[in-house]
């Protein structure tokens, strides 16, 4: 599930964590933090702040729409007459 990787990658950059993992997307109370043994308290209430601010609806409208940006490309690739394919065109698609 890409919300939880890119939740975990906000999380990660103020607390050192094992993992995240959200229960039901609309209670954050049944959201978890595994934290490391090292982490202190301040970056724990760091942690939380970061789950507080995080908005589900938001980060799934721009999933989606760097998704579609994808699709399009890919479909604008394909439908341009002579074309060369690029590496670049490639890695931008996440095909490689």
Do not use: Y
């Amino acid at each position: 599930m890409e919300i939880v990787s890119t939740l975990h990658g906000r999380i990660d950059t103020v607390c050192p964590i094992l993992g995240v993992s959200i229960g039901s997307r609309d209670d954050k109370s049944t959201w978890r933090i595994d934290f490391k043994p090292e982490v202190t308290a301040q970056q724990k209430l760091n942690a939380q702040a970061v789950i507080d601010a995080f908005d589900v609806v938001a980060e799934e409208k721009k999933l989606k729409d760097a998704d579609q940006a994808r699709v399009d490309k890919k479909a604008n690739l394909l439908t341009q007459p002579n074309k060369s394919v690029t590496v670049q065109d490639l890695l931008d698609l996440g095909l490689i």
